[in-house]
């Protein structure tokens, strides 16, 4: 009996590795995806640096107005009524290709996608 438990607690603290692993990969592609959308937001025509974006965000969000001080209305209009959306509207529909695409695989049972 003694070889069985040994095999079920190396199989336990493989799999134990491996979410902690999926977590921290997760967590890593989460912060990459914050960043890159803060970098989309910030990049155009009109010049706002990355503070910026975040403290009209901020302020918006949390309804503080003291984050929006020294911030022009323009700015904030075009951060959250053009840019943000833009931004939250691509991650959507990335995010919806890529669950129709995991389906579409599914569902021809492709044994590529395995």
Known sequence: ?????????????????????????????ACLLAVVVLASVSIGRADLGPGQVLSIVLGKVTGQEHYLTGIKDSSAAIVWNIRLPRAMTALAVGAALAVAGTIFQAVLMNPLAD
Not at 3 to 14: E, G, Y
Not at 15 to 21: A, E, F, G, V
Request: avoid cysteine; charge should be positive.
């Open 1 to 29: 009996m003694q070889p069985s438990a040994s095999i079920t607690s190396q199989l336990k603290d493989l799999l134990n590795r491996q979410r902690r692993h999926a977590a921290y990969g997760a967590l890593v592609l």
